[in-house]
């Protein structure tokens, strides 16, 4: 579906990259790393909003550059980490505008419904987006994502930290009815995400930044506490509870050692 080939983005003097990766059909990819990692750049090379410097992205085996703002409109969709939207409109206008590229659109009224309820949105409709607090907005946002794909097949869904405003209950519903969503169309999803526990929960695959530069490419498992402790340089304990759930929590943020992390020194299995 995606493919980076040996792709970089200069800044000055700060280079990103380079990054090698190909994104298939129905993935679930979470982006990990510390603050200024280069997470959110990653995702704008992803969706074609920054050029590379050097190397070849492909998005269904043709450039970005080949393809128009409504064609992509109808395979990828994009959640950024704030929206920018500062003008008075109402909620309804904002989930719309997933549907801009989509001419004649006569199911519109009857999605931005449907989005809005599977977003946990359907009170905030005919509500002014700006009157908003940050919570309800990034649901708005997401059903906005839901109505530009929601009748299509095999698309491409980006999100930047998007339950960060939200409490815990609600981060799981979303999490899971964005996977639900996906799952039924065959979207790939790649999210970027501090929470250890909902990218070892949602995800399948964990894409891990670092300066800059892709350290990690590695399914979703266990084994991947050392790593992880490498990422943030800390330690990490891992729970399983009586249902085989396994949770991880820092211990200490102590900066530790390359070689000790690989050895997985710090990751006692501890059952509670």
Request: aromatic residues 6%; contains cysteine; glycine residues 6%.
């Amino acid at each position: 579906m995606l493919t980076l080939s040996k792709v970089t983005l200069r800044f000055g003097q700060q280079v990103f990259g380079p990054f090698n990766l190909r994104i298939e059909h129905g993935e679930r990819i979470a982006v990990l790393g510390p603050s200024g990692a280069g997470k959110s750049t990653l995702l704008k090379l992803l969706s074609g909003e920054l050029r590379a410097s050097s190397g070849h992205i492909q998005f269904m085996d043709r450039p970005y550059q080949a393809w128009s703002f409504a064609q992509l409109s109808e395979h990828r969709a994009v959640l950024p980490q704030s929206s920018g939207l500062a003008f008075n409109l109402d909620t309804q206008l904002v989930i719309g505008l997933g549907r801009v590229a989509v001419q004649e659109d006569r199911k519109l009224s009857d999605i931005i419904t449907q989005a809005a309820n599977l977003a946990c949105a359907q009170h905030l409709l005919h509500r002014r987006f700006d009157t908003l607090s940050g919570g309800e907005q990034a649901r708005v946002q997401l059903a906005r994502i839901f109505a530009q794909l929601w009748d299509r097949q095999h698309g491409l869904i980006l999100v930047d930290e998007p339950l960060a405003a939200l409490d815990p209950g609600l981060q799981l519903e979303l999490l899971e009815n964005l996977d639900h969503f996906a799952t039924e169309r065959g979207h790939s999803v790649v999210s970027i995400l501090h929470d250890i526990n909902h990218a070892m929960t949602n995800a399948d695959r964990l894409l891990m930044l670092k300066n800059g530069t892709l350290i990690n490419d590695v399914w979703c498992s266990e084994d991947v506490v050392p790593a992880l402790e490498n990422l943030y340089n800390i330690r990490l304990s891992r729970a399983v509870d009586l249902h085989g759930q396994t949770f991880i929590a820092p211990r200490q943020r102590k900066p530790i050692h390359t070689n000790q992390a690989q050895q997985g020194r710090w990751h006692e299995p501890i059952t509670t």
